[in-house]
């Protein structure tokens, strides 16, 4: 059973930076791809950022693309998100997940185990 607890939420001003951080344990192999999603008061579910563990690729939304990083870090067993430049429209519960075989990299119903999420809220 894979778990994943997200961290580094909070308040932020247009402009800046937030580091957020999930700790993702019991998955096995390198079936599996992990990412971000995010969903904004009254809006669907949107995928952020993926990592395929099997080879590191990494893909990104186009609304976040060039602004944020994804990461892993295998010693410590996270998957962190840095966000720069953040705006006004990236507030929203910010989730981490994990799905095997997953062939449409930012579609929610391809991920299996999800976080409880991480609130993060840009103010103008």
């Known amino acids: 059973q894979v778990q994943l607890v997200e961290s580094g939420g909070g308040s932020v001003q247009a402009g800046g930076s937030l580091r957020l951080s999930c700790i993702i344990s019991?998955?096995?192999?390198?079936?599996?791809?992990l990412a971000w999603f995010r969903q904004a008061e009254g809006k669907e579910r949107e995928g952020v950022a993926v990592?395929?563990?099997?080879?590191?690729?990494?893909y990104y939304g186009d609304s976040v693309k060039g602004r944020f990083t994804l990461s892993q870090d295998n010693a410590k067993n996270t998957l962190d998100l840095q966000m720069n430049s953040l705006k006004p429209e990236d507030t929203a519960m910010y989730y981490c997940?994990?799905?095997?075989?997953?062939?449409?990299?930012?579609?929610?119903?391809?991920?299996?185990?999800w976080g409880q999420g991480t609130q993060v809220t840009v103010s103008s």
């Open positions: 997940a994990a799905g095997r075989w997953v062939a449409d990299r930012l579609r929610e119903l391809e991920y299996k185990f």
């Open positions: 990592r395929q563990t099997l080879d590191g690729t990494t």
């Open positions: 019991g998955y096995t192999d390198h079936s599996y791809s």
